[in-house]
């Protein structure tokens, strides 16, 4: 079974977001809406088919890394998150929440040993 299959966003806290939007948008080139921005790509074994990398700023104290300390959280793409969820939890892995399913396809949130919380997320069809 695989397990990650990519990198589907990456997260992090900011004391002022607005402004660090416009910092990587003046000098990175990132142009991000209030929630962040998509990177759009395209599979090597399946050209026809994209996917996406998210990019978001959170504000600093949010409650959306929690329960880590972090200021970060990566989010990593995963083929079968149900079944991926089963075998983590025979491993004795720290699983935060349940499988959540939205618009944009099943989530899950995992604590590594050092904290970090880790966002599985398998992306709703196309």
């Given at each position: 079974m695989k397990r990650v299959t990519g990198l589907g966003g990456i997260f992090f806290n900011s004391k002022d977001p607005?402004?660090?939007?416009?910092?990587?948008n003046d000098?990175?080139?990132?142009?991000?809406?209030?929630?962040?921005?998509?990177?759009?790509?395209?599979?090597a074994e399946e050209p026809d088919k994209k996917g996406s990398t998210a990019w978001s700023v959170m504000r600093e104290g949010s409650d959306y890394f929690k329960p880590s300390t972090k200021d970060f959280m990566i989010n990593y793409r995963v083929e079968n998150l149900v079944a991926l969820v089963e075998e983590l939890k025979k491993e004795d892995v720290e699983i935060v929440d349940d499988v959540q399913n939205s618009e944009y396809g099943k989530f899950v949130h995992i604590l590594d040993p050092e904290g970090n919380k880790i966002e599985l997320w398998e992306p709703a069809e196309d």
């Open positions: 607005d402004a660090i939007r416009k910092w990587y000098h990175l080139g990132i142009q991000a809406e209030q929630w962040g921005t998509s990177f759009e790509w395209r599979y």
